[in-house]
Nanobody, 127 residues
Framework: QVQLVESGGGLVQAGGSLRLSCAASGRSLRMNTMGWFRQAPGKEREFVASIDWTANTRHYADSAKGRFTISRDNFNNTLYLEINSLDPEDTAVYYC????????????????????WGQGTQVTVAS
């Protein structure tokens, strides 16, 4: 049973930075694409970024390009999302997710592409 646990969220002032972490347990996900999604109040869950198992392919939503950086530590089975220049519109619950199929392309953007999900971590950006 795969478990994903996010951490690192919180309340931050606009313009600040955060680093979200997602710790995986149950089995190694070092050969699986992983991704970050977010869901703001009253909105659908949206894709933020994904990374393939080699970390050579990193794919970002247009809204995330330039300010978000996805990375992974396969040795420690951990996924990261660094967010800079935070804006109040970034306020959302951030979820990490993983694809069950190994060695996939790393460009999966639909929630239905992902099989494992964390519970989410709240990010609130104050103006």
């Amino acid at each position: 049973q795969v478990q994903l646990v996010e951490s690192g969220g919180g309340l931050v002032q606009a313009g600040g930075s955060l680093r979200l972490s997602c710790a995986a347990s149950g089995r190694s996900l070092r050969m699986n694409t992983m991704g970050w999604f977010r869901q703001a109040p009253g909105k659908e869950r949206e894709f933020v970024a994904s990374i393939d198992w080699t970390a050579n392919t990193r794919h970002y939503a247009d809204s995330a390009k330039g300010r978000f950086t996805i990375s992974r530590d396969n040795f420690n089975n951990t996924l990261y999302l660094e967010i800079n220049s935070l804006d109040p519109e970034d306020t959302a619950v951030y979820y990490c997710a993983a694809v069950r199929l190994i060695m996939s392309r790393g460009t999966e953007t639909r929630p239905s592409d992902y099989d494992y999900w964390g519970q989410g971590t709240q990010v609130t950006v104050a103006s």
